[in-house]
């Protein structure tokens, strides 16, 4: 097996069964160690990788990974504002007769 089927393989795995966008998208693209990086290390060899199947599959999955983490983030903050309206706030009925 080649190199670049290796790397290729090792970047379906990684599209398979990462669930972290922020990271995925790391491995993948971050010079000099993303395994798209190491892929590309020439200009003429960049131009062929991001056209491929691979690239568009990878570029989709890092996507709605980090649509579902943005989803995910608003509706925890809708819930910690529920939470932090309806605790009381220690202290601030004395802070409010001292002044």
Do not use: W
Not at 50 to 74: G, P, T, W
Request: charged share 30%; glycine share 4%; aromatic share 4%.
């Amino acid at each position: 097996m080649t190199e670049r089927e290796t790397l290729e393989n090792e970047i379906r795995h990684l599209v398979a069964t990462a669930t972290d966008g922020t990271i995925l998208s790391n491995l993948l693209f971050s010079p000099p160690n993303g395994l798209f990086s190491r892929l590309g290390v020439t200009r003429e060899l960049r131009e062929e990788i991001v056209k491929s199947e691979l690239f568009r599959v990878a570029q989709d999955r890092i996507h709605d990974l980090l649509d579902i983490e943005a989803e995910c983030y608003a509706q925890a903050r809708v819930e910690i504002e529920r939470q932090a309206q309806a605790r009381p706030i220690r202290g601030l009925a004395e802070l409010a007769t001292t002044h």
